[in-house]
């Protein structure tokens, strides 16, 4: 079967926010307490609750590095070369990176059917704003409206840009995501974290959320737990702030830090099990994008551990319960035949992570990873889970 007649769904595109992304719909009043820009050396930069960030090295993105830039460092890096090597070569941004009529072109010629599409800064920010879970939710309230207004949550039946969502303030998520289900959303973005609340840090499943996921439950839309700023500590292995260079630490010295996505998903994922919000909700469905699947045979075998260890908390299996409500998304260099064995080829989606540096210059490279299965299995990752989490399975 041909990519172009199976259809192929890419559950991981991106954009690269406008320069208005975050103040557009924002009362400029806020501005110390949310996003704005400011001008260092000759340069622009946010100020992200009045603290200058460089997490991005040029949050204009333009210049930017090239979709995939960094294949042959993340393929294993025969060439022995630098991350900042890889990185020499840009170019001005592209139409198709803040347009949607534009990008869809270019999925016509990738030969895309359908994405999904996920914020660049916007995964970064709300570690930034922790302190203050007000200006949290101002700050991804505006943001939501700027998705909705250049992209859409919707759009031609064919992009579907995710809303963010923080449960730092309960009442404007709950908020967030009646606007967003008014606006055809179909995925909802969430990071990686316990968030910290005006009353201090809770687990994401904790009953004091249960508002919010009741509401996520009775409408059938997916969570999508991206990779972003978890703001997980190095405890110090290693210095705690990424540079804006993509460097992991002065030198590029490996670190801890390297980890951190896979420590975030584990333990936000571990959690939703350990406190059976599946059992108060049973129609929830999860995917995890953009977090690869290296943490995933330890996660399950944790699952299974902890289920003898403290019998007869779980109705069921945990690892049968995280196998039915939590989808997958490997890293294209991760070993998808072996997640097939671990999780199911019905629990995978792919994708490209177009146009990142670190993604896939053509998504449909990925084609290559997947030979060898079945053409069923195929159509499954590269379509028919993605499709299946992009419908609505209201309770």
Not at 89 to 110: G, K
Request: aromatic residues 12%; contains cysteine; proline residues 6%.
């Amino acid at each position: 079967m041909s990519a172009a007649s199976m259809g192929v769904f890419d559950a991981d595109n991106h954009y690269y926010e406008a320069l208005d992304a975050f103040t557009r719909h924002l009362d400029p009043r806020l501005g110390p307490r949310t996003v704005m820009w400011s001008e260092v050396g000759g340069r622009r930069y946010h100020l992200v609750g009045g603290r200058l960030s460089t997490v991005v090295s040029n949050p204009t993105f333009d210049p930017i590095a090239k979709p995939g830039a960094l294949y042959g460092y993340f393929r294993g890096n025969a060439e022995g070369k630098t991350i900042a090597e890889y990185l020499v070569d840009r170019e001005p941004i592209r139409p198709e990176y803040r347009d949607r009529d534009a990008r869809i072109e270019v999925m016509d010629a990738q030969g895309l059917d359908k994405v999904w599409l996920f914020p660049t800064l916007g995964v970064l920010y709300e570690e930034l704003l922790k302190d203050d879970p007000w200006a949290v939710g101002q700050t991804f309230r505006a943001f939501n409206r700027w998705v909705h207004e250049d992209w859409g949550l919707s759009y031609r039946d064919r992009i579907f840009a995710g809303a963010y969502i923080s449960l730092a303030d309960l009442d404007t998520a709950v908020s967030e995501l009646e606007w967003a289900l008014d606006n055809d959303v179909r995925v909802a973005c969430i990071r990686a974290a316990a968030p910290t609340t005006d009353t201090g840090q809770r687990s994401p499943s904790h009953e004091y959320f249960d508002p919010f996921w009741a509401r996520v439950n009775e409408a059938g839309i997916t969570m999508i737990v991206h990779a972003g700023d978890s703001g997980y500590s190095t405890n110090g292995y290693a210095p705690q702030k990424f540079k804006g260079d993509g460097t992991f630490d002065d030198g590029g010295r490996p670190s801890v830090k390297m980890f951190a996505l896979e420590r975030s998903v584990n333990d936000f994922l571990a959690t939703l099990v350990f406190d059976r919000l599946f059992d108060r909700f049973p129609n929830l469905r999860f995917a995890s994008v953009e977090n690869g699947s290296s943490f995933v045979p330890g996660l399950l075998h944790g699952l299974s551990s902890t289920a003898k260890k403290v019998p007869g908390w779980f109705r069921e299996d945990p690892v049968e319960t995280f196998r039915r409500h939590v989808w997958i998304n490997p890293f294209w260099e991760d070993d998808v035949h072996a997640l097939v064995e671990t999780m199911g080829a019905d629990r995978i989606i792919f994708g490209s992570d177009w146009p990142h540096m670190e993604g896939l210059a053509r998504p449909l490279d990925y084609l290559d990873e997947v030979k060898g299965l079945s053409d069923a299995d195929q159509v499954k990752i590269l379509r028919d889970n993605t499709a299946f989490l992009n419908t609505r399975r209201p309770a």
